[in-house]
């Protein structure tokens, strides 16, 4: 089992910026792939960023350029920071880990609003 706790949430003023962490627990395998999602009322959740154990990261087309996916392996860590946020970035946002084990893992995730 892994656990995942996310982190950093809030209300942020448009414009604004935040850091989201997520720290990983438990039976943690090597290689693996973590990320966050989003999901805001009304509307199918969705890949923000992800980040592999090697580093190698994916963006989805509205968030590149105004966030930054990273990990601390040493600590079982995804950040991601958020600058340049916009309301339509308001949603729960959601820690994935995935890995080679084909095990899949989510957290419970964070809510952050963007409003003036």
């Known amino acids: 089992q892994v656990q995942l706790v996310e982190s950093g949430g809030g209300l942020v003023q448009p414009g604004g910026t935040l850091r989201l962490s997520c720290v990983a627990s438990?039976?943690?395998?090597?290689?693996?792939?973590m990320g966050w999602y989003r999901q805001a009322p009304g509307k199918q959740r969705e890949l923000v960023a992800t980040?592999?154990?090697?580093?190698?990261?994916n963006y989805a087309d509205s968030v590149k350029g105004r966030f930054t996916i990273s990990r601390d392996n040493a600590k079982n860590t995804v950040y991601l920071q958020m600058s340049s946020l916009k309301p339509e970035d308001t949603a729960f946002y959601f820690c994935?880990?995935?890995?080679?084990?084909?095990?899949?893992?989510w957290g419970q995730g964070t809510q952050v609003t963007v409003s003036s």
């Open positions: 438990g039976s943690i395998f090597s290689i693996n792939t």
């Open positions: 994935r880990y995935h890995d080679t084990l084909f095990r899949d893992y």
């Open positions: 980040v592999t154990s090697s580093g190698s990261t």
